[in-house]
């Protein structure tokens, strides 16, 4: 067992885990984020995407001993004093979902999108969720969403 | 899935990494990218892993006479977004913003992806494309490698146990792109390739190309080379004409037939010819 401290979602947080977890599990089991989620397992639907030290990142594809010393945001970090974040607000008012299993990752990316290009046009939307697989929209409402957030602030809210 | 149980080291520095994979026999971690879901198939099982990503220095894009020196464990996407590359050796922050998606981009490394050398992976074709020099360090000393002679088959690199690669080394070249035909999903190449050019009056006088995707690793078509030499926009479509047959034996997998890779080998050999010249 090795000690990590991981700041996530703004509070330090200590654990002795065994090298092989997965900070997805780290997330999920340890400290009962369960919004983060799995998907395929395998490091290709993002289902599982956080922010780590600023950028999105597939925690099924990070051990948790990676991430010790790291900043960590999961989909339960975004909204700010009861307020959605301008990303979640997007997929709301755009029925940016349908099962919402892909959500939380789908939102951590589009976060990270509009964070380095807080104006992107469609073709630069649908390449920053290229590592993000939705089963049941069709993507198109995501892309309406994401659109909805970039023009409310989205590049420029916190995380 | 879960990986065999593993100790966990974080180097501070090179040779403190270099010391701990040779005490414990174990595996560099940079990226995580290629190496954690072989991990989790349990194709990988490796004893140690030291952590690699977090050293001071080893990071990085930057300009030192006349070259540019990119740190291995900088990232793809800290590639991509190199003013510095995109301004003076585009091909590289082209290729690296065609990697996987995002998040792989955000992880993965120079380093990682040239030691891991998959087959269908992008930056090896660029670095021979680049004739870059590949700088090792272990414990008997630093050593330089040519890229077009580091590849060497299935998986299989000029490394020893316990060596790092510690940087890239390139000659900057603009007249040089790089065109893949990608695998929908992954975004690994089904056939890359890469092409740096030395273009006077619209005259190719040089050539280097770099294949990749299509062979058990990424290899060098110096017939190619010869065939551009000489030869104006107009007659790039002839001297590509030899590039599958040069390849030799192709890869066939569910992505793609050996046949469909002959088909568009000398495609997208073509394509990136024509885009470095259009860089002039
Ligand atoms: C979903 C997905 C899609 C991808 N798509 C693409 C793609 O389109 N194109 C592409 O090229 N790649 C793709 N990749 C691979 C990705 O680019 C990897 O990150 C990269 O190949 C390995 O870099 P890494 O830093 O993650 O290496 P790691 O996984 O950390 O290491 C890989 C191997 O290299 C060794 N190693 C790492 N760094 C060094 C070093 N400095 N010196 C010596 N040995 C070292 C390790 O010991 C290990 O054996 C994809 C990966 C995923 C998960
Ligand atoms: S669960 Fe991590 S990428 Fe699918
Ligand atoms: S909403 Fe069901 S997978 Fe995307």
Redesign the pocket.
Known sequence: MIPVAITVNGKVRTAHVEPRTLLVHFLREHLNLTGTHVGCDT??CGACTVIVDGRSAKSC?IFAVQADGSTVTTIEGLAADGKLHPVQEGFWEEHGLQCGYCTPGMIMSAVNLLQDNPSPDEKQIREGIAGNFCRCTGYQHIVNAIQHAAKHGGGKAAR | MIPVAFDYQRATSVDDAIAKLTASGG???????????LMKLRLSEPGTLVD?SKIPGLSGVKEAGGKIEIG??TT?AEIAGSKLLRDKCPILAEAAA????PQ?RN???I???L??A?P????PAVAIALDADIQIKGRSGARTVKAAAFFRGFYDVD?AAG????AVHVTPVRSAAYAKL?QRA????IVGAAVALDVKGGVIQSARVGLTGATTHAIRLAGVEKALAGKKADGVAAAVASAAGEAGDLNADLHASADYRKAMIPVFVKRAVERALARG
Do not use: F, M, N
Not at chain 2, 27 to 37: C, D, N, Q, R, T
Not at chain 2, 163 to 166: A, P, W
């Open positions: 490091s290709q594809t | 595996k560099a971690i940079a990226g995580g990218h290629s190496l954690v879901p690699i291995a464990t793809h065609e990697i996987g998606d792989v992880r993965g490394t380093g990682g992806s030691a891991h998959d269908a992976s992008d930056l490394l060596e790092l690669i510690v990608h992954s975004h690994y190449a």
